[in-house]
């Protein structure tokens, strides 16, 4: 296994534990028991049915009622929960009963996975703020002063902008071809659930525009909040240069040295990718069963798709073409970032690993790595752009029993644009985007519910395809950059 190359590893921990999830899922993700002891204080006796796709919790109270529960992710009626949180909040007892007896052995097994491997995102997580902070500083320091961080800038929002729009182009083309909201299959309009609450679109890029002026520069690095670790290292390390002379050194002397042991740590850690990827993907697969896609197959189609084109033709072009490299090659260097982001469905989780690729494997200086790739985890979501643009028509398919006119499609890519980079750094950013898209075209906002039920496999696809964009970006901004540099020393060479 250690001869093996990196990437080779994760894939198998990667079949692995998909494998595992799939046995577990198959032979013991179905559990049926009936309980008259150790019952909450009031409760005689219990039944409880659970499996993958619905779940039934039956007790009887000392007065001699019976009380039935359901947990169904794809419930059409209201008085049911969708989710286990959901049932706790609708049914406490029905919710301690559920836990204590009722959950198979295919969830539990599949929940302790999830612990195991999420201690493997915690040590990325660990090194993620250090590195952050020591890279940038040395990747600014290297670019000489802010017409460099400038320029460089300007390319990194460009290919940004610009990658997002294609990506939710080619989601709308998906769902206008593919039509899953008025598929015999798909789901009716009258779906509950999910988080009804947003701010206006404009709160929601304001406060990104508050996050470029921390309050607090040492809370950001807690929380942590990335948009304004960003934003005040690279005003530290300009006002650095700015000053110059020996604090220009010292601060260097002092980015390099962290930034060199931070890369070891991050090393030492990579090697444990398989092992946390093997352990997360079989969470996945032990806990989601078929049935949750069958009813969205269509739906689900549509984004994967979409997500394939983006990732498979349009971003290897855009790398053959303006980066100049083999977009083969490059996702072969690329490979141990994708397979964890997929893994983990965490780009933030995986920018210590994507950012150890880029550098170690794929060539790219650490000026361009440390700058594109901590601003692209942050407001740069391809995927998720794309996703939410498809999400919302297919919801408004089922809501009208028709496709929307063109214009309100613009009126979905305009707003999916914006907040794409506008809710990258709030929690549930794909909720609250959808939300925001949804009351752009007037939708209830309560039908984000329907799809809520198959959203962690397609969170995984679009991660991976948020981390490779960023990462076809840092090739993109490398070459660029580069030719900057050629073209300037070509004309002094011919002014002297």
Not at 157 to 169: D, E, K, P, R
Request: glycine letters at 8%; charged letters at 10%; proline letters at 4%.
């Amino acid at each position: 296994m250690r001869n093996l190359a990196l990437h080779w590893q994760i894939l198998i921990g990667m079949v692995a534990g998909t494998l595992l999830g799939i046995g577990l899922n198959l032979f013991f993700g179905t559990r049926e028991v009936s309980v008259t002891q150790a019952l909450p204080a009031g409760i005689v006796s219990a039944h409880v049915i659970d499996s993958s796709a619905r779940t039934e919790i039956r007790y009887v109270k000392s007065s001699g009622d019976e009380v039935l529960r359901v947990l169904d992710p794809l419930s059409r009626q209201n008085d049911e929960a969708r989710s286990v949180e959901a049932l706790k909040s609708l049914d406490s007892v029905a919710y301690e009963i559920y836990q204590a007896h009722g959950v198979s052995l295919a969830k539990r097994v599949g929940l302790w996975c999830k612990r195991i491997g999420g201690l493997f995102l915690r040590m990325l997580q660990m090194v993620a703020v250090p590195l952050i902070v020591t890279s940038l500083t040395t990747g600014i320091l290297g670019l000489g002063g802010s017409e460099g961080v400038g320029r460089m800038f300007r390319r990194t929002l460009i290919y940004y902008l610009t990658t997002s729009l294609l990506a939710i182009c080619t989601g709308l083309l998906m769902v206008n071809l593919i039509r899953p909201g008025l598929g015999a299959g798909a789901p009716p309009a009258g779906v509950a659930g999910g988080d009804s609450h947003a701010s206006s679109l404009g709160d929601v890029l304001f406060s990104q525009l508050e996050a470029l002026i921390p309050s607090n520069p040492l809370g950001a690095l807690v929380a942590p909040d990335f948009l304004s670790i960003i934003a005040f290292t690279i005003a530290f390390s300009l006002f650095t240069i700015r000053i110059g002379g020996t604090v220009l050194e010292h601060v260097r002397t002092a980015a390099q040295v962290g930034f060199q042991v931070m890369m070891a740590m991050t090393t030492a850690i990579i090697h444990l990718a398989p092992i946390g990827v093997f352990f997360l993907i079989a969470y996945v697969t032990a806990t989601q069963g078929a049935s949750v896609f069958q009813a969205l197959a269509w739906y689900v189609i549509a984004v994967a798709l979409g997500l394939c084109i983006h990732a498979c033709i349009t971003l290897p072009l855009i790398v053959k073409f303006f980066a100049r490299r083999s977009p083969i090659e490059f996702a072969k260097a690329m490979s141990p970032a994708l397979l964890t982001a997929f893994s983990s469905a965490s780009s933030n989780g995986t920018l210590p690993l994507t950012m150890s690729s880029v550098e170690t494997r794929a060539g790219i200086s650490n000026r361009t790595g440390s700058f594109v790739l901590p601003l692209g985890a942050t407001i740069n979501m391809d995927g998720t752009a794309l996703y939410e643009a498809v999400a919302v028509l297919f919801i408004a398919q089922m809501h009208h029993g028709q496709n929307l006119p063109l214009s309100q499609q613009i009126i979905v890519a305009f707003t999916a644009l914006l907040a794409s980079v506008g809710a990258a750094g709030i929690p549930h950013a794909g909720l609250v985007m959808m939300v925001i898209i949804l009351q752009a075209v007037n939708l209830p906002v309560e039908l984000q519910g329907v799809i809520l039920a198959v959203d962690r496999v397609l969170d995984m696809a679009r991660t991976a395809v948020n981390v490779w964009s960023d990462a076809c970006g840092c090739a993109v901004v490398e070459s660029l950059e580069n030719r900057t540099t050629s073209d300037s020393a070509a004309m002094a060479g011919a002014t002297n």
